[in-house]
C-alpha cells in the first residue's frame, strides 16, 4: 500500500479497536531478521510491514515484487498524529531517554494540540519491569503506541507484549523520537529523494558506522538470492 491506503488502514484498525502491530522495515532490520530466529519471528508475525528503508524499496524492485512507494515510519507516525489530532486519538509514547522522550512529548503536544497523550516513559527498563510498564500502558489505554528502543529490543518486545498491551495500533519508532526532541536533524529533501538518509544519519552520528556495514552485504545478498532474500539459512 501507497502512504494514504497505510493511513487509511490504520485509521480502520483504530475505529474498529482491532489490535495491529505495525514494522518498519529496513535492511538493517531484516538482515538482523535473517540472523536471529526470536527477531525474524517478531517481523514475520508483524500485522502490516512498511517499506521505510529506501534500501527495501530499491530490493522490492529488483526481485520484481515492486511497493507503490516508500512509507517512512517517521512520515507515517506524522501522518496517524495528524489524524488523532483531528479525532482526539490518544497517544502513548514509550522508549529512548528521560531526556529525549520528555522533551518530544513536550515538542508534539505543541504540534498536536488535539491529540490526548495520555503518558510516556524513557525506554530503559529491564525484564522485570515489563509487567509494570504494560500495565501502565493498558490503564492509559491509547489508540496509537510509539515505541523507540534498541535494535535487538523494539520489536521483539511488542511482539511479545502485543496481546497483554491491547492497543490497536502500535508501532517502532527508531530514532523519531530523537528528531522530534531536536537532538537530531532530520535528512533534508534532497538526501532522501536521492535515497541517502542513512548517509546524513552517519554524518551526524559516526558511531553508528558498524551498523551502516549490513547495507552492502544487503545488496549483494538481494542480488544473489533474488526473491528468496528473506528465507533464513
Known sequence: MNMEQTVRYLVDAVESRRTHRIVTGNPIMLMAGLEDPSFH???????????DGAGVVWAAR?????????????????????EGDLRGWKVYLLGTTEETISA???????????VR?????????TENEDASVVAAIREADPDLLFVARSLTTQEPWLAKYESALQVPVM???GGSFDV????????????RKMHLEWFYRLLQEPARYRRMLVLP??????MRDGDKVLKQG
Open 41 to 51: 519471528r517478531a517481523l514475520q508475525t508483524a500485522d502490516l510491514v512498511v517499506p
Open 62 to 82: 529488483h526481485v520484481g515484487q515492486p511497493v507503490q512507494e516508500r512509507v517512512a515510519g517517521f512520515d507515517l507516525m506524522h501522518e496517524l498524529l495528524r
Open 104 to 114: 518530544a512529548h513536550a515538542n508534539l503536544q505543541r504540534q498536536y494540540p488535539g
Open 117 to 125: 497523550f495520555v503518558g510516556y516513559r524513557d525506554g530503559y527498563f
Open 171 to 173: 508501532m517502532g519508532v
Open 180 to 191: 522530534i526532541a531536536g537532538k537530531l536533524k532530520r535528512a533534508p529533501k534532497l538526501f
Open 217 to 222: 552485504r544487503f545488496a549483494l545478498k538481494v
